[in-house]
């Protein structure tokens, strides 16, 4: 089944080049209904998976959660064998997701690693949305009517977020060109430009009727 994954740098706009390049298609979109997909096969909350959602965690929150696992005054007693984490469970249960859905049939997933997971199948096409730093906060600023400081931590520890996830847990370097077939610079097509690109690509690549 063909499949599109789009990664995008915060403050890119790359998920709603997704929603566009989805409804274009008449395709499924997984992005923050991942979330849900999640947390309802992981049984955790909606608000434990979104704080695991493309980040990883701190150093103390390692340590907190290593100690929770290893010491029996914090938990009470469980069956011998390897136990899971929050995060681990978490992006078991996506990978899970993912690869169920892409049995069923075309979708558009945004980020959670799907460019990485899906890497090496040949029915996929995998994007990368980006744009100038100032543009990313210019984006940020305007879209939460945050300070421009603010717009620029919120870039930089989001970006730096998705990077470790991919790194973390694929071992791939999430800025690479070479993990994806069309990088799309949003700022100068802007968001329906960039859509409109991908659409088109899929289209050839997939033999796609218009």
């Known amino acids: 089944m063909p499949v599109i994954t789009i990664s995008r740098m915060y403050g890119s706009g790359g998920s709603e080049v997704a929603e566009r390049v989805a ?10 209904s991942m979330i849900d997909a999640v947390a309802e096969r992981s049984g955790l909350t909606r608000a434990e998976v979104s704080a695991q ?4 965690p701190s150093m103390v929150e390692r340590l907190a959660a290593a100690l929770s696992l ?6 009470p007693p469980v069956p011998s064998g390897p136990m899971e984490t929050t995060e681990e469970r978490v992006v078991a249960v996506t990978k899970r997701v993912i690869d169920e859905a ?3 049939g075309p979708a558009v997933f945004v980020g959670r690693g799907a460019q990485s997971l899906l890497a090496e199948r040949s029915d996929t096409l995998h994007v990368f949305c980006f744009a100038p730093r100032a543009a990313l906060c ?11 400081a ?12 998705r990077e470790q996830y991919v790194k973390r847990h694929w071992n791939r370097n999430w800025l690479a060109h070479e993990n994806y077939h069309l ?9 329906d430009g960039a859509a409109d690109l991908v659409v088109d690509a899929a289209r050839r690549q997939f033999g796609l009727g218009a």
């Open 23 to 32: 409804n274009a298609l008449g395709w499924p979109l997984f992005d923050n």
């Open 70 to 75: 290893g010491s029996p005054e914090i938990m």
């Open 53 to 56: 959602d493309e980040r990883v």
């Open 183 to 191: 990088c799309v610079n949003t700022a100068w097509l802007g968001i």
């Open 102 to 104: 892409v049995q069923t």
């Open 138 to 148: 210019r984006y940020a600023k305007e879209k939460f009517g945050v300070t421009a």
């Open 150 to 161: 603010e717009a620029e931590k919120m870039v930089s520890d989001q970006n730096k977020q």
